[in-house]
């Protein structure tokens, strides 16, 4: 059977896989737009939500590495024909991941205070984040399990099923935010931040409830967890602890920008907000060309197919760029319209509308960046990635974050630092990429 890859094929497994990829992006920009529009301490709840949201999403970017390890390893079998030697790993690797979350609420719930201090946050900022966080957290577990089942779908070549869950995920998200952040006139009170929190939860088990059915009934791979453990179980472990350092370093600079942003003032973390969001949605909007990365290049590698392997990555370099293009000149056109969708305060605005050029302008290289961290994952080869982006956030990112922030630039500083961060974590994947794959593939 020919294993050459086509357009059709890229785009069967990408625009699915980006649709499913907005999810978590939309349902905290859904939550950040809601209540950015509030008549009731608007600013300071977005703050606060822009706070959460950072160390919410380091928690999901930790933990929920399980995506691309058990996509990874599952392509590569399927690719090499010999898909039943792993049909029991996704169960074991839910289990444990899920289980793993368990102790995370129980470790960061008393304490989420403590932990937002370090984000700068005080005063009403800080007691919203807390208030938003003890809520949203009782997700965790549900948002994790949706994510191990999605891998195993990518695995499987398969990214139909996770977009289907995702849209009835986002949409319920969105009903439920207006309900519950508004409220319902003799039926449900508004419930403002608290609400956005409910509603994101209340998402996330109707997602997780349905993967369960999606991969018990469209699939061979059963949920059950049966002893021993795979013998893919320790190279499961392994790239997981690659990607956990690489995920530390990732959100060691989310973690600096949103502080230093909260530093600067109520309104600077409130248009971070926005723009950090954005910034996301981007960034999840390409991932659906870096999940057919993922997903294909596991396959090609598990078949040894490395010709394929190079025309993939060639197609891939310039549909994604193609794609941040596309979000740049979108945002560009939209410019003002998309600030307001999120707040009406005009101070936040000005600051907003100050740095969206920039994340508009990195979206190109984004893409080759995101591109490149999905092919590398299906590759398996996330200790060359661990290393690229301990690189990327300690030699390039921290120190232009902290000599922009002497020099007084705010969030233009951010942004920048942002924008070079992304340079380096691209441009070594590709040439790495290049150096290995080409000599494999003239000799083939």
């Known amino acids: 059977m020919s294993t050459q890859i086509t357009l059709k094929q890229i785009n069967k497994l990408a625009i699915p896989a980006l649709i499913s990829g907005v999810s978590e992006p939309i349902l905290s920009l859904t939550d950040a737009a809601i209540i950015g529009n509030m008549d009731y301490e608007a600013t300071t709840s977005l703050a606060a939500v822009g706070i959460v949201g950072t160390?919410?999403?380091?928690?999901?970017?930790?933990?929920?590495?399980?995506?691309?390890?058990?996509?990874?390893?599952?392509?590569?079998?399927?690719?090499?024909?010999?898909?039943?030697?792993?049909?029991?790993?996704?169960?074991?690797?839910?289990?444990?991941?899920?289980?793993?979350?368990?102790?995370?609420?129980?470790?960061t719930y008393p304490f989420s205070a403590q932990i937002f201090k370090l984000y700068n946050a005080s005063g009403d900022i800080l007691n919203y984040s807390v208030a938003y966080y003890q809520i949203r957290v009782f997700g965790f577990p549900f948002t994790l399990f949706t994510i191990a089942v999605f891998g195993t779908f990518r695995g499987l070549q398969n990214t139909y099923f996770p977009m289907l869950i995702a849209i009835v995920g986002a949409a319920a998200n969105i009903v439920l935010d207006f309900a519950f952040v508004y409220g319902i006139e003799g039926l449900i009170p508004a419930m403002h931040i608290k609400g956005a929190a409910y509603a994101s939860v209340l998402a996330q088990v109707i997602m997780a409830l349905l993967s369960a059915f999606y991969l018990l009934k469209k699939t061979d791979i059963p949920l059950l967890i049966k002893l021993p453990f795979n013998t893919e179980m320790k190279r499961f472990v392994t790239m997981i602890a690659h990607l956990f350092i690489r995920t530390l370093a990732l959100n060691l600079a989310l973690y600096l920008a949103t502080s230093f942003a909260t530093k600067y003032g109520e309104n600077y973390i409130a248009a971070y907000t926005i723009g950090i969001n954005l910034w996301f949605l981007g960034a999840f909007l390409i991932d659906g060309y870096a999940s057919a990365g993922n997903i294909l290049s596991g396959k090609l590698y598990g078949a040894k197919d490395y010709k394929n392997l190079i025309e993939l990555s060639n197609k891939l370099i310039k549909y994604g760029i193609l794609v941040g293009l596309i979000i740049s000149v979108t945002g560009a056109i939209f410019y003002y319209q998309i600030g307001r969708v999120f707040s009406n305060d005009k101070e936040v605005l000005n600051e907003f509308y100050n740095i969206f050029w920039i994340i508009l302008a990195m979206q190109p290289l984004c893409a080759l960046a995101f591109i490149f961290d999905g092919v590398f994952k299906g590759l398996g080869r996330m200790k060359y990635l661990r290393n690229v982006l301990l690189f990327s956030t300690l030699v390039v990112f921290v120190p232009i974050i902290f000599w922009t922030d002497s020099l007084d630039y705010k969030l233009y500083g951010i942004f920048v630092a942002f924008t070079f961060w992304m340079i380096a974590?691209?441009?070594?994947?590709?040439?790495?990429?290049?150096k290995t794959f080409k000599s494999l593939a003239e000799n083939a």
């Open 425 to 434: 974590r691209g441009l070594p994947l590709i040439i790495k990429f290049r």
């Open 55 to 107: 160390f919410f999403s380091m928690l999901i970017w930790v933990l929920g590495q399980t995506r691309s390890a058990i996509s990874s390893i599952v392509s590569q079998y399927v690719g090499a024909d010999q898909l039943d030697a792993v049909k029991n790993l996704p169960a074991q690797a839910i289990f444990i991941i899920t289980a793993l979350s368990l102790v995370i609420i129980g470790i």
